[in-house]
């Protein structure tokens, strides 16, 4: 099993280009999180999904968008990316189930907003 | 919301035993995760307490209590290896959301 995979590892854009970063996962997990992670900050939740098709807002949701087309990936989106968005993305997975809820990481993107 | 709050940083000698303590003030509490994360990788699950009490696994141990809104991660015989940041996150059942703190950077000097 590859785990948590996340696409692409490192990106550089221009304010106001947009991208999409994609997570995959094959361990069937029903939830999947996108988190941000900036120097001296903890992660912080920008969108969730409890299921195919469902989503939510995080903590930070302003400026992304997200979609849970198919359970296993979970795509984030910056529509016009800004450079207060650089940032470290990782997404996450996890099994429903009340005493298993370990999150399970990808190993994260890299965004540089210029 | 959650309020969480960790040391910055810790420095301890190879071998000797380090506890990094947690407290956090929370909405909806269902149990405390720590996550271990090296420098520029994911961060990876260490432990995960929902009663009180002590939560031992190898050379790692942590505690819990819920009445005090407290937990320590206990770290013993410390490797050069174990220098990483190590992340308090409650859990939130009713919104199935983890919070993480800011994490408490550990180094190991020889």
Known sequence: NAGVTQTPKFRV????QSMTLLCAQDMNHEYMYWYRQDPGMGLRLIHYSVGEGTTAKGEVPDGYNVSRLKKQNFLLGLESAAPSQTSVYFCASSPEGWTSETQYFGPGTRLLVL | GQNIDQPTEMTATEGAIVQINCTYQTSGFNGLFWYQ????EAPTFLSYNVL??????????S???RSKGYSYLLLKELQMKDSASYLCAPFDGSARQL?????TQLTVLP
């Open chain 1, 13 to 16: 854009l221009k304010t106001g």
């Open chain 2, 99 to 103: 919070t993480f703190g800011s994490g």
């Open chain 2, 63 to 65: 505690f819990l209590s």
């Open chain 2, 37 to 40: 994360q090296h420098a520029g």
């Open chain 2, 52 to 61: 009180d009490g002590l939560e031992e696994k190898g050379r790692f141990s």
